[in-house]
């Protein structure tokens, strides 16, 4: 199937710095691009939004300056946490599909981001 | 708006046990309905899904979902689980009818299975 791999795994930061978090395809390319926030025993929050040539679209209440996403290109999209506190310290998802609509979307791994 | 409620934060079941998540929708429209299943380290992968037609899904590793409009349900189904299912499960509704592909989680369920 289809992998997507997320780097790093696991950052510890320091607060005021800034962090960039990876998402690529492996094995195909992805036209939507989707980041999501999931807290402990909690669901998973959608951030934003990315289609192919398209900035990206952010949900209510994601601050589109803190977190700074770059559709790279077909197969990498990146999230960088700008200027991190402790409350963002959270688990970061991404997910790619192939197509536009309700095309079964590929997970990441996930990020586990700490700021001190 | 739309939202997802699954019931049972956490479930324990005994190996071999028949095993029934259940996974409440409100949507007005026909939902696209999704079961995800999160485990450990790994991205979560999709089990199945509904989006029209039969209303029991099949899906992989032996997991199977029925649609139930009147009671806005999509409850997930094993009937002998093993040891390997004990994993987050989280349903999951198409946020609107259009083409954005973006999803509508629950809070997930936690399913421990006891040997």
């Known amino acids: 199937g289809a992998v997507v791999s997320q780097h790093p795994s696991r950052v510890i930061c320091k607060s005021g710095t800034s962090v960039k978090i990876e998402c690529r395809s492996l094995d195909f390319q992805a036209t939507t691009m989707f980041w999501y926030r999931q807290f402990p025993k909690k669901s998973l929050m959608l951030m934003a939004t990315s289609n192919e040539g398209s900035k990206a679209t952010y949900e209510q209440g994601v601050e589109k300056d803190k977190f700074l996403i770059n559709h790279a290109s077909l197969t990498l999209s990146t999230l960088t946490v700008t200027s991190a506190h402790p409350e963002d310290s959270s688990f970061y998802i991404c997910s790619m599909t192939t197509g536009r609509g309700y095309n079964e979307q590929f997970f990441g791994p996930g990020t586990r981001l700490t700021v001190l | 708006a739309q939202s997802v409620t699954q019931p049972d934060i956490h479930i324990t079941v005994s190996e071999g046990a028949s095993l029934e998540l259940r996974c409440n929708y409100s949507?007005?429209?026909?939902?696209?309905l999704f079961w995800y299943v999160q485990s450990p380290g790994q991205g979560l992968q999709l089990l199945l899904k509904y989006f029209s037609g039969d209303t029991l899904v099949q899906g992989i590793k032996g997991f199977e979902a029925e649609f139930k409009r009147s009671q806005s349900s999509f409850n997930l189904r094993k009937p002998s689980v093993h040891w390997s299912d004990a994993a987050e499960y989280f349903c999951a509704v198409g946020a609107d009818s259009g083409n954005t592909g973006k999803l509508i989680f629950g809070q997930g369920t936690t399913l421990q299975v006891k040997p």
């Open positions: 949507y007005g429209a026909t939902p696209y």
